[in-house]
């Protein structure tokens, strides 16, 4: 019989931990829990003969097999120890993969560290490293129930995180002051509703460092008690995205996105004099536009690109289509998107019904009004996605502190970088405000006074007024950086094209965005269990003890919703030069004589 077999963190190797006469346990459980890994490792069951507060005694449950150990308490300390030992086996063992000994307890114990570091450990993948480490074999639910134990032993329970949801708002708050965070309950028995956290860091950083542009969307959790996650997330200069508030709730409905952007709202008010006007890009669900709407009047609220054209591509599934769609979301101009829309409305009559249901000016770059700067597309639905991926299996206060983790990190990761840039510009600025200088060079330039400019080409004449920094193409305005006209221009009047970059594209900008820093939040143990976070469903502050929520996830395997991802990509935009309008080539790279 091999006795060599290496147990998890919580058991022991046979070869290197004998058991021996004299040998010691803190106490009676331990005892119990070596001697159970001991039989499982050597493959033979053990039947308890006898065990108190004083003693433990343990036998081979096989007839006629010697096998017997004495365990009992040592006197005035709480340690266990060997009295008697007989250490010989004459009996076959356990002749099959079942044993009696791997209980529940045995694998919540034996899968603790894999679980620590993986709280996606599947209970099909632990009954199979289980089978393949240990040679017992345990039931699927055996599986679950025993990464349910170690969850909680790691996490604590679902139950436990809406319980210490108050004491942790309490706690942003004082670790971070100047951060939001508050709960909400409902009803008599105070069941949890909605949880709003906005750390200090990332409002300065919107507010002083980053475009007046937010994308709001959510995510489904499919933990215990289901939920959703919402988000309001900022674009850094570099266009990475900037999480400026995050809220989990009971179940996304018009009342909760009315709340979250009241809430976000009352954020932006108290922290800034002047409020912005907000550019906002979503899905455009009814609750999110009546939301906006309602807390938001003079926002420019948008759809994503994304969401539009896979609308438009699964509406219509016709290549041609599809690319003629492409040239009209970029278009600069109305007139250049008029003359797309005529080439679609050729193909196929039913794009008009369509852009009945998606209007022109909630997302065509030539219509919208608001300030999107290139950002196009949401970049938060990925991030939510992750989020809800990776914590569902976490109670709340969990799956908080493992996105503070991930912020904090990004925080601190980018924090470095910016300190060692050496340009005006961030690096993707920096690439196109180059290739728009290298594009000047196409241009004959004729200065009309001290501010406005004639760039002239083979096909067109566009006015550049370098004051108010605008071009007649519109790209400068559209984009925030300078585009080739503007170039030209620029650089025929001595001046650096870098300079005229909007703001929210500066190393500077980039700098002061991470400048402040999420401050850890203490362990649990010194938290007190109810603070003073919680509001009541008046939005009175009290004590109270926060339940979980009604809702429950039904049993059976949850469906999966599959996103490739390449749906998270922006598409490839079809490069169209500037001076024989062709496709697939720039204006520097032209071939045709000038």
């Keep these: 019989m091999d006795n060599h077999l290496v147990l998890d963190d919580t058991s022991v190797t046979i070869a290197e931990q004998p058991l021996v006469i004299g040998q010691e346990f803190p106490d009676v459980e331990t005892c119990r829990r070596t001697l159970k890994d001991i039989a499982i490792a050597m493959h033979f069951d053990l039947r308890i003969v006898k065990s108190d507060r004083s003693?433990?005694?343990?036998?081979?449950?096989?007839?006629?097999?010697?096998?017997?150990?004495?365990?009992?308490?040592?006197?005035?300390?709480?340690?266990?120890?060997?009295?008697?030992?007989?250490?010989?086996?004459?009996?076959?063992?356990?002749?099959?993969?079942?044993?009696?000994?791997?209980?529940?307890?045995?694998?919540?114990?034996?899968?603790?560290?894999?679980?620590?570091?993986n709280p996606q450990y599947k209970p099909r993948e632990i009954l199979q490293d289980i089978r393949d480490q240990h040679g017992v074999a345990v039931s699927y639910m055996q599986a679950w129930r025993g990464k349910e134990r170690s969850m909680a032993a790691l996490h604590g329970t679902f139950e436990d995180g809406y319980r210490f949801l108050p004491a942790y708002c309490e706690q942003i708050r004082k670790t971070n002051p100047g951060s939001i965070a508050s709960v909400g309950a409902t009803g008599q028995e105070n069941c949890f509703q909605r949880l709003f956290i906005s750390y200090r860091a990332s409002i300065y950083g919107f507010i002083n460092a980053c475009r007046p542009l937010l994308e709001l969307d959510r995510a489904h959790l499919k933990g215990k008690y289901l939920g959703s996650i919402l988000c309001a997330a900022a674009v850094d200069a570099d266009d990475a995205l900037f999480p400026l508030a995050i809220a989990v709730v009971d179940t996304e409905s018009d009342e909760n996105w009315m709340w979250f952007m009241s809430e976000l709202r009352k954020l932006l008010g108290v922290n800034t004099d002047n409020m912005p006007r907000l550019t906002i890009l979503s899905e455009r669900q009814r609750a999110m536009v009546e939301a906006v709407e309602t807390h938001f009047p003079s926002a420019s609220h948008g759809f994503c690109l994304r969401y539009v054209s896979e609308n438009f591509r699964d509406t219509f599934k016709n290549t041609k289509l599809v690319n003629i769609f492409w040239n009209a979301v970029y278009a600069l101009t109305a007139a250049e998107f008029e003359s797309k829309i005529t080439e679609m409305i050729e193909v196929s009559q039913d794009v008009i019904s369509w852009f009945q249901q998606f209007p022109p000016y909630l997302w065509a770059v030539a219509y919208f009004d608001g300030v999107r700067y290139g950002h196009f597309t949401l970049g938060v639905t990925e991030l939510l996605y992750n989020w809800a991926l990776e914590c569902h299996?976490?109670?709340?206060?969990?799956?908080?502190?493992?996105?503070?983790h991930q912020m904090t990190s990004w925080f601190n990761d980018r924090r470095d970088v910016g300190m060692g840039w050496t340009s005006i510009l961030v690096p993707s600025a920096e690439k196109r405000i180059s290739e728009a200088i290298a594009d000047a060079h196409c241009y004959q330039v004729l200065r009309a006074n001290e501010v406005e400019f004639e760039i002239v080409s083979t096909e067109r004449t566009n006015i550049v007024d370098i004051r108010s920094r605008e071009c007649s193409c519109r790209r400068w305005q559209l984009y925030g950086l300078p585009c080739a006209h503007a170039a030209a221009a620029l650089i025929s009047c001595g001046h650096n094209a870098h300079l005229f970059a909007e703001p929210c594209f500066t190393v500077q900008s980039y700098r002061m965005a991470y400048s402040q820093v999420i401050n850890p939040i203490p362990d649990k143990s010194q938290w007190r269990e109810h603070g003073e976070g919680a509001e009541g469903g008046g939005g009175a502050r009290v004590d109270i003890v926060i339940r979980p929520p009604k809702t429950r996830r039904p049993p059976g395997r949850p469906k999966k919703k599959v996103l490739r991802v390449e749906n998270f990509k922006r598409p490839k935009r079809v490069v169209q030069c500037g001076r024989c309008h062709m496709l697939g080539h720039s204006q520097k790279k032209c071939t045709m004589p000038i």
């Excluded at 299996?393 to 503070?404: A, D, K, T, W």
């Design 393 to 404: 299996e976490l109670p709340v206060v969990q799956m908080m502190e493992y996105i503070r």
């Design 55 to 117: 003693r433990f005694i343990a036998k081979c449950s096989k007839e006629g097999c010697p096998w017997r150990v004495h365990v009992a308490k040592c006197p005035g300390v709480p340690t266990f120890t060997i009295r008697t030992l007989q250490g010989d086996h004459t009996c076959e063992g356990v002749r099959n993969l079942h044993h009696q000994q791997a209980s529940v307890g045995w694998v919540a114990r034996s899968v603790e560290s894999r679980i620590r570091d």
